[in-house]
């Protein structure tokens, strides 16, 4: 989910019962390795569609993990215009639905990277949504409700309750060929669990060259 610097954070619900103070939760259904795979796998989406000096902050705790971008409705790559070609004559290609299905593809993000964290990474077979982690399913519904939200701004519609296949399937190809950047991304998380914008983009600079 994209969060502005100022909203309050995604939280998960943890159904593992209480923790010691500073102890990771671990959950049957999905526990920390999970939810650092999510917010990683959300970052290199995020990355990916939207490129650098974008993503602000990410963090994940036993509590739930966000991801903060710099603006409220960053624009994807796509829909960006050539900065060889001057301005004038050059509008930026963007679309409505161009800037919604980037979201979209962000939205579920989080669930796809968790359900290849636990089948085996990018060697495991097609996922599906069943195998979302049961503590990573409020997530994944508050994730769409957003982009719900997003799309009736554009005057678009992605109801909530309407399962994308496509921005699945989108998802799950950028993850599988991104894969080295989830694993790099989750673990610098199990050591330091907020991460900067600045130090992410580094981290994926030095993942995928140009």
Known sequence: MLQHPTDTSTRTTNRGGPARRGQPVETPSGGPI???????ARAVICFVLYGEEVIREISVSSG???LRTFSLLPIPATCRPDTTIPRRGNPAPVSSSGVVDAHGILAYAAAVGGVLAGSGGPS???????????????????????????ADTLML????????????QEAERL??????GVEMLAEV?????????E???KILCEAFPV
Do not use: C, M
């Open 34 to 40: 999970l939810a650092r795979h999510a917010a990683a």
């Open 124 to 150: 495991a077979s097609e996922s599906r949504p069943e195998q979302v982690a049961r503590d990573q399913t409020d997530v994944f519904r508050r994730d769409r409700i957003d982009l719900g939200r997003l």
């Open 199 to 201: 130090r992410i983009d």
């Open 157 to 168: 519609s992605r109801p909530a309750e309407t399962f994308y296949k496509e921005y699945w």
């Open 64 to 66: 739930g993990n966000s």
């Open 189 to 197: 998380l199990s050591r330091h669990p907020v991460l900067t914008g």
């Open 175 to 180: 993850l599988r060929a991104h894969w080295v």
